[in-house]
């Protein structure tokens, strides 16, 4: 149990940061960065409660999750500030702009656009990065409450586990009205059901313990693995003939 409430702590952890790094680049105000937090922090549990008939969800009845999910954001927001506005003046430093000067030439400008792209380049990556580790966790937690519940059936560990891991992903990307990167050509649900198949396959042979572990390193692994090597499902492509 204590090992189950630390795999939840860090998932909800890391797609608060996700949650949260996804509002910033949004340009999202305050109460948007802590709703959209919390959403993808929580969200992928509650769709599973539902499903299996828990109500009102846990994220409901002991919001601790929420709160985490808050503070988080609260966290990432300030050094996300901090850091920006210390590598945007080492830029300026390095490539001396004085954005006072009247001097300030279309050069200077060159420069201060490929920092900034550079820079929202670094936020997708680390947002990638958060947003894998916590697929991979709630992953491996969403299978365990199948079991634990008693749906050992193939098909509904590995349901319960996809829904908790990108639920709150798509709730995410809805809100900020983008397509769910799990309807895109990216690998995001495919790593999932893998992580969860896992589990089923190797919690009747080895410890719970151990299928949290390496069903969540499943995913995680696979996810990353896809965006390094840029795997992609195949898209459908209709050539309409003149």
């Given at each position: 149990m204590f090992l189950l409430n630390i795999f939840e702590f860090i998932g909800t952890v890391v797609f608060a940061i996700s949650g949260t790094l996804i509002a910033i680049q949004k340009k999202l105000d305050l109460f948007g960065i802590l709703t959209l937090s919390i959403v993808t922090a929580v969200g992928g549990g509650i769709f599973r409660d539902i499903i299996i008939g828990t109500t009102p969800p846990m994220a409901?009845?002991?919001?601790?999750?929420?709160?985490?999910?808050?503070?988080?954001?609260?966290?990432?927001?300030?050094?996300?500030?901090?850091?920006?506005?210390?590598?945007?003046?080492?830029?300026?430093?390095?490539?001396?702009?004085?954005?006072?000067?009247?001097?300030?030439?279309?050069?200077?400008?060159?420069?201060?656009?490929?920092?900034?792209?550079?820079?929202?380049?670094?936020?997708?990556?680390?947002?990638?990065?958060?947003?894998?580790?916590?697929?991979?966790?709630?992953?491996?937690?969403?299978?365990?409450?199948?079991?634990?519940?008693?749906?050992?059936?193939l098909f509904l560990v590995i349901c319960m586990g996809s829904i908790t891991g990108i639920g709150g992903g798509i709730l995410r990307d809805i809100f900020v009205q983008d397509i769910p990167v799990v309807f895109k050509k990216e690998i995001y649900a495919i790593a999932s059901i893998l992580g969860a198949f896992a589990f089923w396959f190797l919690y009747k042979h080895i410890s719970i313990i151990h299928c949290l572990y390496i069903s969540a390193f499943v995913t995680f692994s696979f996810r990353i693995l896809s965006l390094h090597f840029n795997w992609n499902l195949p898209k459908l492509t209709i050539e309409i003939l003149k």
């Amino acid at each position: 149990m204590f090992l189950l409430n630390i795999f939840e702590f860090i998932g909800t952890v890391v797609f608060a940061i996700s949650g949260t790094l996804i509002a910033i680049q949004k340009k999202l105000d305050l109460f948007g960065i802590l709703t959209l937090s919390i959403v993808t922090a929580v969200g992928g549990g509650i769709f599973r409660d539902i499903i299996i008939g828990t109500t009102p969800p846990m994220a409901f009845k002991n919001p601790f999750f929420c709160f985490i999910s808050i503070l988080t954001s609260i966290i990432t927001i300030s050094l996300y500030s901090f850091i920006s506005k210390f590598t945007y003046k080492k830029a300026l430093q390095e490539y001396e702009i004085d954005i006072f000067d009247k001097d300030y030439n279309s050069e200077n400008i060159k420069h201060r656009i490929s920092f900034l792209r550079k820079r929202t380049a670094i936020l997708k990556k680390f947002n990638a990065i958060f947003d894998a580790i916590g697929l991979g966790i709630f992953t491996a937690v969403g299978s365990n409450i199948a079991i634990s519940n008693k749906f050992s059936n193939l098909f509904l560990v590995i349901c319960m586990g996809s829904i908790t891991g990108i639920g709150g992903g798509i709730l995410r990307d809805i809100f900020v009205q983008d397509i769910p990167v799990v309807f895109k050509k990216e690998i995001y649900a495919i790593a999932s059901i893998l992580g969860a198949f896992a589990f089923w396959f190797l919690y009747k042979h080895i410890s719970i313990i151990h299928c949290l572990y390496i069903s969540a390193f499943v995913t995680f692994s696979f996810r990353i693995l896809s965006l390094h090597f840029n795997w992609n499902l195949p898209k459908l492509t209709i050539e309409i003939l003149k």
